[in-house]
């Protein structure tokens, strides 16, 4: 299995508050991703890094952002969170050295569950 | 807008039986295709994958199917297994592209 640790894997909050989640990664792969899964949606892309301080919006960002200041660790921040961020959030790594997607390696996943 | 559908969301099978799920994209870019599986309360895992040079691959019990003029693809399992019940995720890139479009997904549930 491709070392990916997310922390926590579940949490409650209250609608306002921040919440930060964190993956981190023991395989030096240069792209990780932050998901979110929904019913009837599947696994959307909210945010995704190329690299150190290298990041770039995936299709629902909104209310949402990241930060990669290493290799191996990569945050996703609701800055105050709403009942629609409600879901199951999945971080992903891929070597990246390829030229073009690769198959990406995903964590075990987060339940964020927002009151 | 969603490029890559999976219509069915579910889909039962008896065991020993073959599966077959299907997915269908629209942007005429995508060239790389990819099939994961997930288990609840787990994450995803890469299952198999299919390049837009082929028109099949297969690894064991599993086989995609691409067929690029209809912008479909499936994915065969035979002999279905009732450790194959999961979500199943149909997934595709374009080249120069480090992102992977995502279906909603099928639930495949392997009847004993």
């Known amino acids: 299995d491709a070392g990916i640790t997310q922390s926590p894997r579940h949490k409650v909050t209250e609608t306002g508050t921040p919440v930060t989640l964190r993956c981190h990664q023991t395989?030096?792969?240069?792209?990780m991703y932050w998901y979110r899964q929904d019913p009837g949606h599947g696994l959307r892309l909210i945010h995704y890094s190329y690299g150190v301080k290298d990041t770039d919006k995936g299709e629902v960002s909104d209310g949402y952002s990241v930060s990669r200041s290493k290799t191996e660790d990569f945050l996703l921040t609701l800055e105050s969170a709403t009942s629609s961020q409600t879901s199951v959030y999945f971080c992903?790594?891929?070597?990246?050295?390829?030229?073009?997607?690769?198959?990406?390696?995903f964590g075990a996943g987060t339940r964020l569950s927002v009151l | 807008d969603q490029q890559v559908k999976q219509n069915s969301p579910s889909l039962s099978v008896q065991e020993g039986r073959i599966s077959i799920l299907n997915c269908d994209y629209t942007n005429s870019m995508f060239d790389y295709f990819l099939w994961y599986k997930k288990y609840p309360a787990e994450g995803p895992t890469f299952l198999i994958s299919i390049s837009s040079i082929k028109d099949k691959n297969e690894d064991g019990r599993f086989t995609v199917f691409l067929n690029k003029s209809a912008k479909h693809l499936s994915l065969h399992i035979v002999p279905s297994q009732p450790g194959d019940s999961a979500v199943y995720f149909c997934a595709a890139s374009g080249s120069n592209d480090y992102k992977l479009s995502f279906g909603a997904g099928t639930t495949v549930t392997v009847r004993a």
């Open positions: 395989e030096n792969h240069r792209y």
């Open positions: 992903a790594i891929s070597p990246g050295t390829s030229g073009r997607s690769d198959i990406q390696y």
